[in-house]
């Protein structure tokens, strides 16, 4: 018997630590599973992927958005219609791998949606070259919908139904995908609710941090993000004076201040899943001083999992530093775009604790604030009680995913 193989997309280990939480789960949790897995990595930043890749068994192949759309389409589309070419077609290191995959996980944390149109021939080039292949396609929890857009509604009811299983991370995913007819679902819980740290992160963390900040005092973690920041600004908003001003202002209330990028591309200015140079924007405007915390550098998904773990209360923007909040069981209130956000609240009934940047003032940041820290006893015993079914829930897509590699699962394919 051949050992598994399983093909990764939409997730990567540098960057948005998010992506890099749910590829490490697949990994940690299908290894688990099945054992001796081949896992590859169909990857946007192949380079900064391959330098944080410390899995032995994950092969990280390029599939930046021009490789992806025109070279491995094109060959896994001439693969189906050409079975003499097929020697020389699989050279190609993504065909290979995607040809001799059990399945593909499609890890975009949020496809297919209204409002996202410039995203969605990727979200369909992510997935077609498996489908020419024969390859099933696992699409693990996200957030897809709604489908009012005429374009967007039409592509999916051609596209979504071809998944093998789509897992929604919440209700109101759930209602648009059942609202679109599909019969492929199943409901899930984000798949980096699931990953787990090896005890190592403190030390590891210590030597770039002083962890001696979080001894005493409540700390207060704050994670911008430069997605909210153009949606902000585009109303004339200005989310950097905001964000500076509510830091201040918990400075002066006596709380101490984590500030946590989630979303890191080292060596480089540009903004695409790196809100690195919006926080040194922020930190640069702060006034200096013992009771604040910058992270200015890249850490693992499990090293910031630990810091935001270590935090009283936690203000986000980013999703799945978000997700870490919670996993970790840390009163949370959200800044947020999308209704993947409310609906993942849903499962620890704290939905209220979330509000879109339409409705970002420094008064309303300020005043659900302090009534979250005044709640945070109410709020806490909602997560010890709700989290332990949200992680099994997550951990219910490897048991999935597993049965489809096992012999049983790759006989009953074909």
């Known amino acids: 018997m051949t050992r598994p193989r399983i093909t990764i997309i939409g997730s990567a280990l540098s960057g948005n630590k998010g992506a890099a939480a749910m590829l490490e789960s697949a990994v940690q949790t299908l290894d688990a599973r099945l054992g001796d897995v081949d896992f590859t990595l169909l990857s946007m930043y192949p380079e900064e992927d391959r330098a944080q890749n410390h899995y032995p068994n994950l092969e990280v192949v390029r599939a930046d958005p021009f490789r992806l759309g025109v070279v491995i389409n094109s060959l896994a589309l001439a693969h189906r219609l050409l079975p003499f070419a097929r020697p020389l077609l699989r050279r190609n290191r993504a065909v290979r791998a995607l040809a001799d995959s059990d399945v593909l996980l499609d890890q975009g944390g949020i496809t297919f ?163 690195l140079p919006l926080c040194t924007e922020i930190n640069d405007r702060l006034e200096p001083g013992e009771d604040l915390l910058y992270v200015d550098r890249e850490l693992s998904s499990q090293q910031l999992r630990y810091l935001i773990g270590r935090c009283s209360l936690f203000v986000a923007s980013r999703f799945h530093a978000m997700v870490s909040s919670l996993a970790m069981a840390v009163p949370t209130l959200v800044i947020g775009w999308s209704h993947k956000y409310r609906e993942v609240l849903e499962m620890v009934e704290l939905e209220e604790w979330a509000f879109g940047h339409d409705q970002l003032t420094p008064d309303h940041l300020w005043d659900r604030f302090e009534t979250l820290s005044a709640q945070r006893g109410e709020v806490q015993e909602k997560l010890d009680r709700h989290l332990p079914e949200v992680k099994r829930t997550s951990l219910a897509q490897a048991d999935l995913i597993a049965a489809l590699v096992r012999p049983a699962g790759r006989e009953a394919r074909g």
């Open 113 to 275: 949606t209204d409002g996202r149109e410039k995203f969605l021939l990727y979200n369909v080039a992510s997935i077609l070259p498996a489908l020419n292949l024969g390859t099933p396609v696992f699409k693990c929890a996200q957030a897809v919908g709604p489908f009012k857009n005429p374009i967007n509604r039409i592509v999916s009811k051609v596209f979504l139904p071809k998944a093998r299983t789509l897992v929604t991370r919440g209700r109101i995913t759930h209602e648009h995908a059942a609202g679109l007819g599909l019969s492929n679902l199943v409901a899930g819980a984000d798949y980096a609710f699931s990953l787990e740290m090896d005890g190592t992160e403190a030390e590891s963390v210590a030597s770039h941090l002083d962890l001696g900040f979080f001894e005493t005092g409540d700390v207060v973690g704050v994670c911008p993000s430069v997605v909210l920041q153009k949606k902000v600004d585009a109303r004339e908003g200005d989310y950097v004076g905001q964000m500076v001003a509510f830091i201040e202002r918990l400075r002066a209330s006596g709380r101490k201040v984590l500030l946590v990028p989630h979303s890191v591309r080292t060596g480089t200015d540009k903004t695409h899943n790196n809100d």
